[in-house]
């Protein structure tokens, strides 16, 4: 059911698509592309032609033929036209739909005597009260102030588990578009009309309001000056001409400037762009700008944090270790028993450890027994079962005064156990039965499962990676050694982050950065670029250039290959297109000036049947290789982590000795195919 709603969707694109290139042509729309407004100015040129061959002087060439150059220049356009908009579809549907999700979204505005207001969503300004019940949608971006909620946040993440968002906190903002699953919550409104997250994230994935990129316009740039030089070589054509006694038809100037012309990267270029925002959207990445994404692909050095990040942020039961005198067995049930009532994720953590090694129970067992919860003041926590036998775990000093208090001694290798565990990057967590100590329970924050061999893409690219932790030095190092980073900061406050971005862009590097917190936002906003998680704080996501949709902070890896992929789509459709210029001179240089000049048939190694055959054959191919590259454009050219200098030689042998040759083969053909059925 969804492949055939997908494939509905994917035809409304392309047809919508098809009618978007027809009204792109536009000259106030293509005056933005200067090699598409040429090859345009070209084709009305040609259309007029069709009509009255004669018109611009004496023509050597019949009105057929200016028909046929009229259509493939035509052609030419909508196909450059139809990459940009396809391009653009996707991102505009998306728009619609959230679009839609806002203009009917309602609101109970909750007015200063309590009483509450439905309201429409796009009503709502800074600094209003809501009140959002069950099964309802949150009208737009705020804070919670008020209540505790499991959210379906789908509707922009793509995900379907609901998040639990809160009162207070670092996580406690809100997202307009979500929903509100179970309880309620009342929402303080943190955006005026038109600028909220949705807001936003409507204008950016529609393709339209794309602005380019400084790389971008650096190659536009480079393409219209390219476009008048031909265009200057074309002109200076003429005089050449007279003085050989060769009459050149208007029409084969026109195609051989837009031949020589880099149209095929003109018609791309924009498709490319809008292409790579969007493949950062498809990972459920909202870029605030082009410009995030492609300094992505330059990226020199990644700051991230550990906790969450690196590992997975619980501290999760690793070990059980019995102290001299205690069985594995023994150590085993106390540290089950300690842990039975304790829900947070090291509580269950340790039950499934002891699950594995062997330990059996039931929750009738312990359905009487009173659970003592963790407080700061004692550092310890546990059970007292129905029997008077009292099992507590906590931290290796708390455990070591609560068993003197009570008359027991500590054992001789306790000391030992915990060192071991803390020069490991674990933390020691003590349990004691009574008032005997049995032993020691390894927490560990486990490094994610695949880090390590991303990090060393990461290498392979020549981006160094850095880890940021509050940790000791001992257990920073332990942890980054596993994670395989290259560097790290230990015992990091906010201030330390900033200076860490800051050296490395002293230095001249690009500097990457995740972070979902309050205190994350400088760094965020000093990074060039950074990424805030959608389950941070609104100052994070207001700094940062990026935001995480599933506040996966391992995503910047993606980002980053995402970002080179981009610029390296970009170079090898450009080397390409220039490329394949080699192959139009000799197919069209030749077939103009051999009757004057019959030395150039040398030139014409393709042996191309005749001078008429030759330019429609160069400009058929000309146009026919725009559509056949879009898969290219949109999908992007597949990066591979290696050094630049390899990346470029590699590149340069594909699509540069690509770019010459397949015209070569194109060419012929074409011309083969135009004289077997008797065009030409």
Known sequence: MAATRNKAMTNEIVLQAMADAFKKLNPLVMAKNPVMFIVEAGTVITLLLSFAPELFGASGVGRGYNIAVFFILLFTVLFGNFAEALAEGRGKAQADTLRKTKSETMAKLVEKDGSLRQVASTQLKKGDIVRVDAGEIIPTDGEIVEGLASIDESAITGESAPVIKEAGGDFSSVTGGTRVVSDYIVVKVMTDPGESFLDRMISLVEGAKRQKTPNEIALTTLLAVLTLIFLIVIITMVPMADYLGVRLDLAALIALLVCLIPTT????????????????????????????????????????????????????????????????????????????????????????????????????????????????????????????????????????????????????????????????????????????????????????????????????????????????????????LEAGVDDFIAEAKPEDKIAAIKKEQQEGKLVAMTGDGTNDAPALAQA?????????????????????????????????????????????????????????????????????????????????????????????????????????????????????????????????????????????????????????
Request: hydrophobic share 50%.
């Open 265 to 480: 990267i003109g018609g791309l270029l924009s498709a490319i762009g809008i292409a790579g925002m969007d493949r950062v959207t498809q990972f459920n990445v909202l870029a605030m700008s082009g410009k995030a994404v492609e300094a992505a692909g330059d990226i020199d050095t990644l700051i991230l944090d550990k906790t969450g990040t690196i590992t997975y942020g619980n501290r999760m039961a690793f070990e059980f270790t019995p102290v001299q005198g205690v069985s594995a067995k023994e150590m085993t049930i106390a540290a089950l028993q300690a842990s039975v009532k304790d829900e947070t994720p090291e509580g269950r953590s340790v039950v499934e450890l002891a699950g594995k090694l062997g330990a059996s129970w039931a929750a009738s067992e312990y359905e009487a027994a009173e659970a003592v919860e963790f407080t700061a003041e004692t550092r310890m926590s546990g059970l007292n079962l129905k029997n008077g036998t009292v099992v507590r775990k906590g931290a290796i000093d708390a455990i070591k005064r609560y068993v003197s208090a009570k008359g027991g001694s500590v054992p001789a290798d306790l000391e030992e156990i915990s060192n071991r565990i803390a020069k490991a990057g674990g933390t020691p967590l003590a349990v004691a039965v009574g008032n005997r100590i049995y032993g020691v329970i390894y927490l560990k924050d486990t490094v994610k499962p695949g880090l390590k061999e991303r990090f060393e893409e990461l290498r392979a690219m020549g981006i160094k990676s850095i880890m940021c932790t509050g940790d000791n030095p001992l257990t920073a190092a332990t942890i980054a």
């Open 528 to 680: 060039d670029v950074g990424l805030a998680m959608n389950s941070g704080t609104m100052a994070a996501k207001e700094a940062a250039n990026m935001i995480d949709l599933d506040s996966d902070p391992t995503k910047l890896l993606s980002v980053v290959s995402i970002g080179k992929q981009l610029l390296i789509t970009r170079g090898a459709l450009t080397t390409f297109s220039i490329a394949n210029d080699i192959a139009k001179y000799f197919a069209i240089i030749p077939a103009m000036f051999i009757a004057a000049m019959p030395q150039l048939q040398a030139l014409n190694i393709m042996r191309l049947a005749s001078p008429e055959s030759a330019i429609l054959s160069a400009l058929i191919f000309n146009a026919v290789i725009i559509p056949l590259l879009i898969p290219i454009a949109m999908k992007g050219v597949k990066y591979r982590a290696m050094s630049a200098d390899r990346l470029l030689a590699r590149n340069v042998l594909i699509y540069g000795i690509g770019g010459v040759v397949v015209p070569f083969v194109g060419i012929k053909l074409i011309d083969m195919a135009l004289n077997g059925l008797h065009i030409v």
